[in-house]
Structure formats: structure tokens, C-alpha cells
């Protein structure tokens, strides 16, 4: 294959950004003696040498890129592709400064300012800073921040999150004195069946939002004979609302790292990967250091390394996820073969969420509780993560977080994010477990709950769930592609220009809804129509 | 492979282990309609017209893609598969310009009683000018519904290429050059193999296109001529479709077992020489 190039010449600067993460071009014999075949097992790094690009300049120019597609064996076409599917590239250049300012449905909520010059940006994942905004500083030096935390206070009575507020997020000898790694001293000691054992009968499901028998995967990892396995962390935690497991790595990362070391041990992955979403700079960083420091004292025997995301909610689908660690566009594969089969790089992969590995360490502690974590936001006075035992009503979750303001009343509840589903206030009694909600035709989800108040537009909210698919979808397959679009439509008619056939119009979103459950090719797609239509059903939204 | 019995409509059919759910039901003569699909690519399953009913299954599964399994009970005609048929080919002809398509398309929107229009008058569309950048092909993005076959056969399914990829996302993916640069400037060497797998008329000789504009494009009038290609020892074969006794377009058939029905820019498009009436200028 001939990399044909046309765009010019990189500049010095994005040169020295690409080799700096590449290491120096191979000499011109190199390439004729081996093809581009040894330069196209590096495919991979496309991502991560967009980013080197784009850290140190801001943008990502033609030349760029097209330095980046010889030094890595990909046609540009391909690498364009890449790069105009993730959100967070830019193809045009800005200044040395871009300013994200979530308009998502909290951050809405609180009412967004947008200075000149801003990006709109979908949920940060900062629900309980809202208005949240994240600010990107280019040049030799990358940084980036967050809208500040108050201060990060314990949760007294918690298990997963007992250490947060507690412990030096920064230090193993702190983790160490709070019992780090005792979990794994003793997971070694029972032996990969023992452990996989434990997880299958502590019934734990996984935290992501699909709720599969995390035990089950697992034994299906460890009994694929093809090799080498690897192992997945989701920290791609990008359904709106949800901010759990940027709480977990921020204030506790080796307890991933620990849960991720079990893991690997127990289903006998070779190597592993954490994928941080690109809006979480501080928890990337935290993990990164807790998995060299762990290595450096002993405790990790095989690699993992750390892949920033993009700016692509769908990413969080586990075989996106892949394709993205791959170097390639976040499109979702069809299913089966599963990735415990066929995974990250064709191989068998366990793809699990942060929340489910830091239970992990309860369980082969043999100190499992089932307690789930929550992140409550909104309309509410104190908006965070809460751990709560399953089946705990939802009545009481919204107490722990202080209840609505003094003279508000309940709208609604936002059980799931934006791919959950509404509750009306005459539902919130209901317990906070998996078979509890599915008993009133809603789930769990990523543990999202957003609270509404009287003063809360539901149109407007409808309307941004609505537009964060469309903005999100792939566009893979027709359903969603197009059927994302054409709910946007219908309900801007609804909503904002009145001018249609209101009836008419609820019975087409239902038409368009079952399609995309029906036929979609991914979760995404499946479920982009649930909040909307129970948002129609249960909530006063229609003219009378 | 051993085969595998499974049950389709209610009827059984035994199926090579391996193929797919598509294939067993063309063995039964169902005909399932497909967009994405071509046996010459390697499925992508993006279109889902083809869905079917699959009995254990929460979502209805992509029969040109999904092999089929010991057992299973499929069906290709309940309620749930003719709402999502109908609903792709809504969102899709409420998109794209599918006027081109072939009558077998036009015959699946009848059966499915697709009616585009009642997404409503200002159902965004993909429109756009017609790119004309070259001598051989034109692109009209406006007709394209996405089913990533040019992308497959510039790729590895054919040509090995690469000039084109799916750019963007969501409703504004769309198939690109890097940065949309024109085809003289990409990789694109006219073998026009993504022409030949078109399912729309997205990608079009220029030609024809350059016919169909005067209005004397007319295939009632066309002849085609099978032949060999003249140009290397491979021995290609060609249709050559003749309108008025000028070549107006080149194609290979799909199940020619040279070509897959793919050619190279020599086949596809080196025909001047066949009818240049001009005399050669003499020096």
C-alpha cells in the first residue's frame, strides 16, 4: 500500500509531537526491507499520536496528520475518518486555550454561561459541580482542568468508597496503611478458580449499565483458549448524569488497579487497558501513577496501560471501546461473537466498568455487601456519589442527598441517564434494584439519578436528551443514523414551533422508537428512544 | 462442515455451518431484501433492512451477517421485521435520494408500504452539489445512503486503495477523501470498482451522468456486449453497454470468477479507442 500524501509538510513543532510519543522515523531501507507491515502493528497508536498532536498544537492540521499516516502505514483517508469521528479533534485551528462548557441536562439545570469563543460540550461528568466547564491549555506542556471540587469529604459507613476522602490519592503507602493489596495477596492464595468462584456466587453484576453476570464473564475468559486475553476497564463513563467512576479513580485509583490485578489473575489476561474518557484529565493522571507505582513496588505482574478517549459517549460500548483502542473509528460490532470470544484485537477480552472491579476487592476480601453507588444531581442539595445497600427505596437516596429545596416540588426523576427512563414522584418509592425498577419498566443503568423540580423545563429536557443521540450516534446503521435525527425533528415541531399534529407526531416517535430498539446495532441505538417516550408518557410535556 | 438444521417461517432447511441466515433463506427462495449487502464484500451489517426475527433474541438480528445456528427458529415475516423494514426504508428514502435504486428496491418499499414523506416536509436530507472533479466518475453524495460498499471495495475487499473512508459521525457521516480533498489529489487510482458496487447511483461514470443530464441517457435502448479485456493476460471479462453504438459504460459480472466483478481503470474505463471517430491528427 502507497501512503499518497499531498497536504504538505508538518511543522517542526507537530514533527517533534509525533516522534516524541513514535520515537525517531526509521531510515528509508527500514521501510523498503520490511513494507509498512511492521510500521501497521503500530495502527494502534493513531489515537495516541492525535492527542501528542494535539497537546502540543492545538489542532490537528493536514500535515499532521498526514505525518502521522506515514509514520504509522495508514492511508489518510482512513486516519481522516478517525479523526472527524471523535468530538475532541479539532480540524481547524484555535488558540492555545479551548474552554468546554457543559450544556448538558444538569449543567442546563444550573444555567450555562458560555463566553466567546467556548465550545458546547456534552456532559463532563462533573453533575455535582453543575455548571461544569473543563479547560484544555496547548503547547510543550498539556494541561488540563476541571471545575474544582468543594472539598472532597469522607463517606463515613461506605465500603466502596470508604478510602475516599481517606486515603492519599497520590500515595501507595497510603493506600497500603488503609489495607491495599491485601485483596490481592489474597486472590493469589485462592487461585484463579477459587476467585472466579467468589464473584459467581457473591451474583455481582456488572456497573456499566447492562447488568451481565460479571462472574460468567469471567469464567469465559478464563476458559478461552485462544491467546493472549485481555483485560478491558470501561472508565469511559460518559452517560449523561453519571460520575461515579470519576469519583472512584480520582479518590481511590489503586483500588482499580488492585480490583484490574485480580482480575487479570483470576481470567489470565496478558495485558490490560484502562480507557479514560478525554473529560476526565485528573482521574487519567491518578491512574496512571497508582499503576507505576504499584509496578514499581511489585504488585502488577503483567502491563496496562492507559487510553485517553476522544469525546465519543458511544466508546463506552465495549467493541467500540476496542475499535477505539485499535486506532479506529468508535463504531460499535455487531454481536455475536462476544468479546469474551472475539475482542480487543480479535482476542478473548473481559471488558468491565471501574465500579465493578472495585467490588471485586469486597468480594474476595469476603466483605461483599452489594451496595451500589448512585450519583444523584439536580434539583437536589447535595448533589454526589452515594453507596447505598441494593433495594434501598429511592425515597431514601434522595433524602441523603438533602431533598429538594425548601418550597420546591418533584417533577421527575431521571432514573439511568439519558439512556434511562423518567419517574414521576408518586414512583419514588420504589426500591433501587435491578428486578425493583424493571418492576415499573425502568433499569439502573449506570447508577444516574436526576432529580427535577417544579421550576424544571421538560420540554428543554427532552429536547437536549434528544439531541445529545443525535449529536452521539455513530451513524453506522440507518436506525439510529437517521432515526436520531428524525426525533430531534419531530420533537423541535412539538415543542418549539407547535406547528404539526401533536397526536400524529407521538404516534411516529413511536414508530421510530421501535425501530431503533428493534434494529439498531448497538445499546446506543436501543435504547436512544427510552427516556424520550417515557418522558412523553409520564410526564405533562404534550399540549392538552 | 457438518450442517446444521434450522427453521425458517416455520418451514426447515438444513444450512452449511458457516453461512449465514441469508443464505438459508435464499435456499428457500424468500426474498429478503438487503442494501449493505453484496456477495463479493464482506458484511457490514449497517443497513438492517435484512433483519429477522430470531427466536431468544431481544433485538431482531442482520441475516446477512448472523450464521446460522443448530436450532434456531428465525422469521422474516412477523409484525417486528416489517416495522423495522419499513422504517429503514422510511428513514432512508426521507434522507437520500433513492430515485436511481433498482426496481427490486422500488419493489421492497411497495411490499413494506414504506411511505417516506411522513416524517414531514422539512426531514433534513443529506443534498448536496454532485462532485465533479475528474474525466472517468462522478460522486452524488446526495443519493448516498451510507452502506459502506465503496469504502469496502477501495479497501481491502477489493482494490486495497484506501482513497476513500467514512468520515464524520452520526447524521453527517458521510464517505470522504482526507479532508474531502478531490480524487485527482487522493489515492484514487479509477479502477471504478466502487462505482460497480453502487447501489444507488451515488457513484456514477461520468458518462452517464453527462447522458442523463442532456436527457439521452436511455438503457431500453442499450445493448450489452460480453467480451474479454483486451489490455493484460488476465483475461476480465467485460460487459460493454452500447446506446447508439458508443460505449457508454463498462461493468463485469459479479459471479465471473476472474473478476468478482471487478476491474481495473484500463477495463473499466479505457474504451475510447474502441469508437474515436476523430481522424488521428497526423504530425
Known sequence: MDIRTTGGPATAEEVAAVDGLLGPPEAVHHHLAYGGRMLRTRRHLLLPVLHAI?????????????????????????????VSFYARFALEPRGDVAL????????????????????????????????????????????????????????????????????????????LQHGGFSALKRAREMGPAAII?????????????????????????????????????????????????????????????????????ATGCEKGYVYVRAE????????????????????????????????????????ALFNSIEGKRGEPRNKPPFPVEVGLFGKPTLPNNVETLVNVLEIVGGEFADTRLFCVSGHVLRPGVYEVPMGTPLRGLI??????????????????????SFLTPEQIDVPLSFEGVRGIGATLGSGAVMLFDDTADMRQVLLRIARFFRDESCGQCVPCRVGTKRQEEILERMFERRDGDSRADVMLLSDIAQAMRDASICGLGQTAANAIASGLTQLKVLDA | MPDVLVTIDGRQVEARAGTTILDACRRLAIDTPTLCQLDNLTPV??????????????????????????????????????????????LLASSVDMSLCSAQVQGWMARYEAVPSRFGAEAATVAQPVK?????????????????????????????????????????????????????????????????????????????HDMRAAGTWDESRQTVTETVCPYCGVGCMLELRVQDNSIVKVTSPLDNT??????????????QFVQRREPKATT
Open chain 2, 132 to 208: 465533479v472533479d475528474n474525466d472517468l466518475y462522478v460522486r452524488d453524495y446526495s443519493r448516498c445512503i451510507l452502506c459502506y460498499k465503496c469504502v469496502e471495495a477501495c479497501g481491502v475487499d477489493a482494490q486495497n486503495t484506501f482513497a476513500i473512508g467514512v468520515a464524520g459521525r452520526g447524521f453527517d457521516a458521510h464517505i470522504s477523501t482526507e479532508f474531502d480533498v478531490g480524487l485527482p489529489d487522493s489515492a484514487c487510482v479509477y479502477c471504478g470498482n466502487c462505482i460497480g458496487v453502487c447501489p444507488t447511483g451515488a457513484l456514477m461514470f461520468k458518462s452517464e
Open chain 2, 45 to 90: 451489517n449497517v443497513c438492517r433492512v435484512c433483519v429477522v426475527e430470531l427466536d431468544g433474541s431481544r433485538v431482531l438480528v442482520p441475516a446477512c451477517s448472523r450464521k446460522v445456528e443448530e436450532g434456531m427458529k428465525i422469521h422474516t415475516d412477523s409484525a417486528r421485521v416489517r416495522h423495522s423494514r419499513r422504517l429503514v426504508l422510511e
Open chain 1, 280 to 319: 476526565y484529565p485528573l482521574a487519567r493522571r491518578r491512574v496512571e501513577n497508582a499503576i507505576a507505582l504499584a509496578r514499581e513496588r511489585g504488585y502488577l505482574d503483567f502491563e496496562i496501560e492507559v487510553r485517553r478517549g476522544a469525546g465519543a459517549y458511544i466508546c463506552g460500548e465495549e467493541t
Open chain 2, 258 to 271: 476472474v473478476t468478482s466483478g471487478h476491474l481495473c481503470v484500463k477495463g473499466r474505463f479505457g474504451f
Open chain 1, 399 to 420: 433524602e441523603m442527598a438533602g431533598g429538594l429545596a425548601p418550597g420546591r416540588t418533584m417533577q421527575a426523576v431521571l432514573l439511568g441517564g439519558a439512556a434511562g
Open chain 1, 197 to 265: 468462584d467468589a464473584v459467581t456466587r457473591a451474583k455481582l453484576l456488572g456497573r456499566g449499565g447492562a447488568a451481565f453476570p460479571t462472574g460468567r464473564k469471567w469464567q469465559s475468559v478464563a476458559d478461552a483458549p485462544v491467546r493472549p486475553h485481555y483485560l478491558v476497564c470501561n472508565a469511559d463513563e460518559s452517560e449523561p448524569g453519571t460520575f461515579k467512576d470519576r469519583v472512584l479513580m480520582e479518590g481511590d485509583p489503586f483500588a482499580l488497579v488492585e480490583g484490574m490485578a485480580i482480575a487479570a489473575f
Open chain 1, 100 to 175: 468546554h462548557v457543559c450544556d448538558d441536562i444538569v449543567c442546563s439545570l444550573a444555567g450555562v454561561e458560555k463566553p466567546e469563543g467556548a465550545r458546547l460540550a456534552p456532559c463532563l461528568g462533573l453533575c455535582d459541580r453543575a455548571p461544569a466547564t473543563l479547560t484544555e491549555r496547548f503547547g510543550a506542556v498539556y494541561e488540563a482542568v476541571q471545575t474544582p471540587s468543594s472539598q472532597p469529604s469522607g463517606y463515613p459507613g461506605a465500603r466502596l468508597l470508604r478510602r475516599i476522602g481517606v486515603v492519599d490519592p497520590d500515595s501507595i503507602d497510603s493506600y
Open chain 1, 54 to 82: 494535539q497537546d502540543r498544537a492545538g489542532w490537528v492540521s493536514r500535515g499532521a496528520l498526514e505525518y502521522a499516516c506515514r509514520r504509522l502505514s495508514i492511508p489518510p483517508a482512513e486516519a481522516y475518518g478517525v
